[in-house]
T-cell receptor
Framework: GDSVTQMEGPVTLSEEACLTI???????????LFWYVQYPGEGLQLLLK?????DKGSNKGFEATYRKETTSFHLEKGSVQVSDSAVYFC??????????FGKGTRLSVIA | EPEVTQTPSHQVTQMGQEVILRCVPI?????FYWYRQILGQKVEFLVS????????KSEIFDDQFSVERPDGSNFTLKIRSTKLEDSAMYFC?????????????FGSGTQLSVL
């Protein structure tokens, strides 16, 4: 079945450092890909998405590009802030099937 | 902004006891979901619910689990006889008719600890 693998955390970075969180997927068809974020004490929120190959999703300075050839959807940000500290989840969905999530990667950004 | 509310935020129970986890979805949403995350593992789909019936469930969602929309606003997950391995963070989610999976709104979760 479909699955998502993302890099293990936790990840600790200094403010203004570059961030990459790796995500690869396995799917039978052509899924839509997502990054969700969970800030402390809150629910999962959609951060960005891409629905087809070579699409780039972006939001709040974060970007991820749907790479069909490498089955990847890595999350990147050029300069992280303390307020970016959260747990980040990579996910996929084929048509109207339920979201399939990765384990989540905890990011801590220190001033 | 509307939000999905889950109560309690933490629940501790003894093995073999019944627990009910409560969720108040966003008011005009009609699709409801439960997911769970065991510590260190993936967020896993449990069940989806629409039009007062289960529309899809995973193999995790066995006879020990049930869901209900008792009063038109709450959406509950019941575990009849809890096991140690049921300890996890349980997330409720909802979405509106005509939206796709990415339009899910999640609650902040209930951390269930089975002792």
């Amino acid at each position: 079945g479909d699955s998502v693998t993302q890099m293990e955390g936790p990840v600790t970075l200094s403010e203004e450092a570059c961030l990459t969180i790796n995500c690869t997927y396995t799917a039978t068809g052509y899924p839509s890909l997502f990054w969700y974020v969970q800030y402390p004490g809150e629910g999962l929120q959609l951060l960005l998405k891409a629905t087809k190959a070579d699409d780039k999703g972006s939001n709040k300075g974060f970007e991820a590009t749907y790479r069909k050839e490498t089955t990847s959807f890595h999350l990147e940000k050029g300069s992280v802030q303390v307020s970016d500290s959260a747990v980040y989840f990579c996910a996929l969905s084929e048509r109207n099937t339920p979201l399939v999530f990765g384990k989540g990667t905890r990011l801590s950004v220190i001033a | 902004e509307p939000e999905v509310t889950q109560t309690p935020s933490h629940q501790v129970t003894q093995m073999g006891q019944e627990v009910i986890l409560r969720c108040v979805p966003i008011s005009n949403h009609l699709y409801f979901y439960w997911y769970r995350q065991i510590l260190g593992q993936k967020v896993e789909f449990l069940v989806s619910f629409y039009n007062n019936e289960i529309s899809e469930k995973s193999e995790i969602f066995d006879d020990q689990f049930s869901v209900e929309r008792p009063d038109g606003s709450n959406f509950t997950l019941k575990i009849r006889s809890t096991k140690l391995e049921d300890s996890a963070m349980y997330f409720c989610a909802s979405r509106a008719v005509g939206t796709q999976g990415e339009k899910l709104f999640f609650g902040s979760g209930t951390q269930l600890s089975v002792l």
